[in-house]
Structures are given as structure tokens and as C-alpha cells.
């Protein structure tokens, strides 16, 4: 029986989030330290199979209220049921004959849940890697961010940028354009542009992480998203400044001028609280980290940040007074060995 494996892995924003969602520019790079990975293979019905993550029981009435305070209603079955609909669209709406085999597929995921390091657009990821294998499908790269982010809308109604689906299908370190003078089409897919960066080229990075404190996407996002769609001043001046910060900082990694990159870390955090009221936590976070000496921004929607770092001295400190406030920190690996 063969068995099919793939993962995606976690990621990190690294300039100009939030703007991806509103034609703005962003820098991301793939945190290899934590994946989800969908595991299929030749079965005699169509199995999803629940993951740990799926719980269904629970010790007394006050741990299921935690876990949803924490984590939300929400699995990642949903994820890979919509990702096997969709895909089954695309194949009908291009006349692609798929085989009649069934399979059994499940998942499993590290990743700190609802933090802001995507963990459940990789769940997507993964599942599409392996149902195109099983299928011997080829989705064109390019087009395979927005296929899983249509996934997240039109099947789930998850607001979300493109962001984490690019960095995600293409890994490494990316920036990306999503100007509408960047548009394209590949496969019917809305596509914008893509641009892989040399990690080799970044400073010392950290990411740190609160997982026992945690707020879903969508608190952030869909706040946001209002406010643009009406015009206010200050969010859509902030939405363009986001993406000259990311533009601006594509050129300090290729010119190598670090102290830049850090004034823009922390400006692209400062620009976020400016239009955002916040949770004193995970402001928390960014003060102490600051106060160590780093720069620092949220990797994403909150409860996950990331910046830069001088030296040993500076890093181990940081690891300290973020431990002391429940705070997890490491050093993404970008690149694989």
C-alpha cells in the first residue's frame, strides 16, 4: 500500500502584514521548526480521520470551555473536507478524469494554535500536496496560493490575506507584491508577483510565541477589513505605508543595511498599534522584548512576534524576560539542510 506524506510548514510575517490582504507588498519567510503533515493513502471508502486536535471529550464542562476560549470551535477536519470539495471542482471544471480509488487521510500539526503562525492554511497545503500526488494533478505553483485561499473564503468564510498560502507553496524567504498593477491570471487563478529573497542575506531572527494565551484571526481581520471597505483615512494611509515598509525593507536585505531593517520591524508594529486597540498581552510582548535590546512586530494576527537580534548576550536575554511572561522563543530555520 503506498503512503503518501507531505507537509507545510509554519511562517512568519516578516514586513508590511497586514497589507497582503488589501493590495499592499509583504515579506515572509517559512518556519521549518513546526508543520502540519497530512498523511494519505489507498483505502476502501473516503476516511477523514480525527486528529488530537479534533477533541471531541472533555475532562469536565470548565476544560471544553477552555479549550474553546483558547482554541475555538473549530478543527482542522473542516479544513480538509473543503480542500477535498474544491479540489474535486477544479478538476470537474477543467475535465480532469480522476481515478476511482478511494483513500483514508488525516493530519497532525505542531504548530501553536491561533498565534499568528498559520497553522491552518498549512493544514490546506498539505492536503492539496497530496491529493494532487494521489491524483497525479499538477495545480501550477502559482496558482496554488489563491486556490487554497479560496478554500478559506468561499468554503469557510475565513477572512485572510494571501500571504500565508504564497510563502507556504513557495517556502524560503519571499516577497511579494500584490499591487493591482501586479495582477495576472495563472489557471483562472488571480496571481500577483513572487519573488524569492536569499535568506543567507537576513540578520540573527527570532520568533517567539505564547501558547497558553490566543485569539483567532478573524478578531483581527475582519475589524480591519471593515474599517478599509469604508474609507477610514487613517487605516487605508496605514495599509499603504505597510507596503513601503515591506518595499523599503526588500532593499535593506539586499543592500545588507540591518539597522534599517530594524527601525522598519518596529515601525510596522508601532503603524499596527496606531490603528488597532490591541490586547495588553501581546502588546506585552513587543515591550518586553524591546526592552532587550531587539526589534520587534507580530508575525501575524497576534500572540506570535518576530525581529532581530545583535548577539548571544542580547538573544539570551531575550529568552529570559520571555519566559518570565510565558513566552516561548526560538530561531526559525528558513532554509532546508
Known sequence: MKILRNKAYARAGFLGNPSDGYHGKTISFIVQNFSAEVVLYEWDSVE????????????????????????GYYGGIRLVKATIKRFVEYCRERDIELHDQNFSIRYSSDIPRQVGLAGSSSIIVATLRCLMEFYDVKIPLQAQPTFVLTV??????????????????????????????????SDGFKTYKYEHLNPDQLPNIYVAYHDGLSEPTEVYHNDIRGRVLRGEQIVVDAMNRFAEIAEEGREAL????????????NENFD?????????NWQVEMIQVARACGVSAKFAGSGGAIVGT??????????RDRMAS?????????????
Do not use: C, W
Not at 272 to 277: A, G, L
Not at 325 to 337: A, C, H
Open 48 to 71: 477523514i480521520v480525527l486528529a488530537e486536535q479534533d477533541r471531541a471529550r472533555f475532562r469536565s464542562v470548565r476544560d471544553l470551555a477552555n479549550d474553546v476560549k483558547l482554541h
Open 152 to 185: 478559506e473564503q468561499e468554503e469557510l468564510g475565513i477572512s485572510a490575506g494571501l500571504q500565508d498560502r504564497v510563502i507556504q507553496v513557495y517556502e524560503g524567504l519571499v516577497y511579494m507584491d500584490f499591487n493591482q498593477s501586479a495582477e495576472n491570471l
Open 254 to 265: 539586499v543592500t545588507i543595511d540591518f539597522d534599517l531593517l530594524s527601525d522598519l520591524i
Open 271 to 279: 503603524l499596527r498599534q496606531s490603528i488597532s486597540k490591541l490586547p
Open 309 to 318: 537580534y545583535q548577539n548571544e548576550k542580547m538573544l539570551e536575554k531575550l
Open 325 to 337: 511572561i510565558g513566552v516561548k522563543t526560538i530561531l526559525p530555520k528558513i532554509k532546508s539542510s
